[in-house]
């Protein structure tokens, strides 16, 4: 009986850790400096799906989440800017931080003076990038991402997006030093 019962509980943890490697993998991070109590409306700047059939439906699940956190989407000057990348392809981006003393992402360039610090990051296929600019500073405040939300097969893509997405947001607005 012993045999079979190992065999039973290997077979069990298998199959858990299966499912944890492939089940969607999110990523979120933030400006611990930045005040989330202060942002309700929110403006999109930029959606860079894969696929154009992509737009709307990144839009509408992102949408949803802040709906549902009691921000309201405004069409353009809001508190802040949204910017969505859906990645086809393992993709490397740079990632740049300013220290607060002029610098920042002004949507055509940067400006100011200030120290920076630049990051490399790889986003395999499939990966939503969603990330959020204060909509004065241009600062980079948030960044959500979700691996394996878009894909292939027509048939799983708005659940996947949908399910990734709501992920992405569950902890959203995060809790920060100045909130």
């Given at each position: 009986?012993k045999?079979?019962?190992?065999?039973?509980?290997?077979?069990?943890?298998?199959l858990?850790?299966?499912?944890?490697?492939l089940?969607?993998?999110?990523?979120?991070?933030?400006?611990?400096?930045?005040?989330?109590?202060?942002y309700?409306t929110?403006?999109?700047?930029?959606?860079?799906?894969?696929?154009?059939?992509?737009?709307?439906?990144?839009?509408?699940?992102?949408?949803?989440?802040?709906?549902?956190?009691?921000?309201?989407?405004?069409?353009?000057?809001?508190?802040?800017?949204i910017?969505?990348?859906?990645?086809?392809?393992?993709?490397k981006t740079?990632?740049?931080?300013y220290?607060?003393m002029?610098?920042?992402?002004?949507?055509?360039?940067?400006?100011?003076m200030?120290?920076?610090?630049?990051?490399?990051?790889?986003?395999?296929?499939?990966?939503?990038?969603?990330?959020?600019?204060?909509?004065?500073t241009?600062?980079?405040?948030?960044r959500?991402?979700?691996e394996?939300?878009?894909?292939?097969?027509?048939?799983?893509?708005e659940?996947?997006l949908?399910?990734?997405?709501a992920?992405m947001?569950?902890k959203?607005?995060?809790?920060?030093?100045?909130?």
């Amino acid at each position: 009986m012993k045999p079979i019962s190992r065999t039973a509980v290997w077979s069990v943890l298998f199959l858990v850790s299966l499912g944890t490697a492939l089940a969607q993998q999110v990523k979120t991070d933030f400006d611990h400096q930045a005040n989330f109590s202060q942002y309700k409306t929110y403006s999109w700047q930029t959606i860079k799906p894969a696929n154009s059939l992509w737009d709307a439906r990144i839009k509408s699940a992102v949408d949803a989440q802040l709906a549902a956190k009691g921000w309201t989407q405004i069409d353009s000057g809001g508190d802040v800017a949204i910017v969505a990348i859906a990645t086809s392809h393992t993709e490397k981006t740079l990632q740049t931080f300013y220290d607060g003393m002029g610098g920042g992402w002004r949507w055509r360039g940067f400006g100011g003076m200030g120290e920076a610090t630049t990051t490399e990051q790889d986003y395999k296929e499939g990966t939503l990038v969603i990330d959020m600019y204060d909509g004065k500073t241009k600062q980079l405040i948030w960044r959500g991402s979700s691996e394996d939300t878009v894909s292939n097969n027509a048939d799983k893509n708005e659940k996947n997006l949908d399910k990734g997405v709501a992920k992405m947001f569950k902890k959203f607005p995060p809790q920060s030093a100045k909130s």
